[in-house]
T-cell receptor, first 114, second 112 residues
Framework: NAGVMQNPRHLVRRRGQEARLRCSPM?????VYWYRQLPEEGLKFMVY????????ESGMPKERFSAEFPKEGPSILRIQQVVRGDSAAYFC????????????FGEGSWLTVV | GENVEQHPSTLSVQEGDSAVIKCTYS??????FPWYKQELGKGPQLIID?????GEKKDQRIAVTLNKTAKHFSLHITETQPEDSAVYFC???????????FGKGTKLSVKP
């Protein structure tokens, strides 16, 4: 997990507020994944991004969720008008973009909606 | 798309015994199969991986085997220790699509 930085580690939001989760990939990595993990469940793919490009967002809910990975700065997962069902751990993973390299995860951001 | 099945969902062993976790995948184009260990409150940590041109890989007490024909791969942990207790996830990756698809996880408990 060394090198993939996520913040905040814990975030509490009231229903209807916005949550922004940030991910800085490992140095030299230009590709980022976001996964969601509900309590006691597995890792569900949400979105796959390259810098300035969304490659696959087939796992993203159609409404309220968006992701970006700008040319400069971290990748951001944005959840608007949060609901209690959004409470989960959100994990970011990065890799260089070469299929021969491994994919490393960050320590996650735990979102609690009250 | 790819579908990864993982069994068992829970596994309890005595310290020193071996543990085996099995996964099957559906997409024959998948070519990379990592295993992750996740401890409570932490992110998934890569413990071993195998590529489709290799049948077996070993790293100390951990080994992974891959049967491309049958489309299944397994994690073997020998001489288990209490600190091996965690949730283990298998995954399959297809370079052309770029997604890493996970199994549902196996909760391993090693009893001292």
């Amino acid at each position: 997990n060394a090198g993939v930085m996520q913040n905040p580690r814990h975030l509490v939001r009231r229903r209807g507020q916005e949550a922004r989760l940030r991910c800085s990939p490992m140095k030299g990595h230009s590709h980022v994944y976001w996964y969601r993990q509900l309590p006691e469940e597995g890792l569900k793919f949400m979105v796959y991004l390259q810098k300035e490009n969304i490659i696959d967002e087939s796992g993203m809910p159609k409404e309220r969720f968006s992701a970006e990975f700008p040319k400069e700065g971290p990748s951001i997962l944005r959840i608007q008008q949060v609901v209690r069902g959004d409470s989960a751990a959100y994990f970011c993973a990065s890799f260089p973009g070469n299929s021969g390299n491994t994919i490393y995860f960050g320590e996650g951001s735990w979102l609690t909606v009250v | 798309g790819e579908n990864v099945e993982q069994h068992p969902s829970t596994l309890s062993v005595q310290e020193g015994d071996s543990a085996v976790i099995k996964c099957t995948y559906s997409d024959s184009a998948s070519n990379y199969f990592p295993w992750y260990k996740q401890e409570l409150g932490k992110g998934p940590q890569l413990i071993i991986d195998i590529r489709s041109n290799v049948g077996e890989k070993k790293d100390q007490r951990i080994a992974v085997t891959l049967n491309k024909t049958a489309k299944h791969f397994s994690l073997h942990i020998t001489e288990t220790q209490p600190e091996d207790s965690a949730v283990y996830f298998c995954a399959a990756y297809r370079a052309s699509q770029g997604n890493l698809i996970f199994g549902k996880g196996t909760k391993l408990s090693v009893k001292p």
